[in-house]
């Protein structure tokens, strides 16, 4: 009776933790991005960021990869648990001052204000490999074929 009263607990835990994750549509994440303001922002564009998210998580919140120094990545951006959230485990500066566990549910306008604070760095977007290796320097206009974003900051500019 005991180790199942356990194992419901842990199947609770599971549930709690995966059933608020949420794997993006590619202009579904593009709108979202773009209303948080990150088109343009530091000089990248939605591309970049489509790009590196697809290369990193396939757009999937709940994906979690580990690093050989021990610690984690979390998220649909990827933000490492030594650096910028705090997982309880690894030694971690947590620039962004959160729990690494909410990077990874469907509410992403916080993952994206750390997103914010990684590409203010120095390095800039080259803090991602994935974007360095696949995004960087490449036409990423493909990356918007089809949506119709709801925020056109261009159309408004010529009409105004
Ligand atoms: C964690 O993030 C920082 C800054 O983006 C980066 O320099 C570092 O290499 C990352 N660490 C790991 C283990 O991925
Ligand atoms: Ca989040």
Redesign the pocket.
Known sequence: MKAWGSVVVILAMIMAATVDAKIYGRCELATKLEKAGLNGFKGYTTGDWLCMAHYESGFDTSFVDH???G?S?YGIFQ??S???CDNGVTPTQNLCHMECHELLNRHILDDIMCAKQ?VS?Q?GMN??DSWNQHCAGHDLSEWLKGCHLSVKPDAERIHS
Request: proline letters at 7%; zero cysteines.
């Open positions: 690093n050989p120094d610690s990545n933000l490492n030594s650096w910028w990684v760095s390095e803090a991602w």
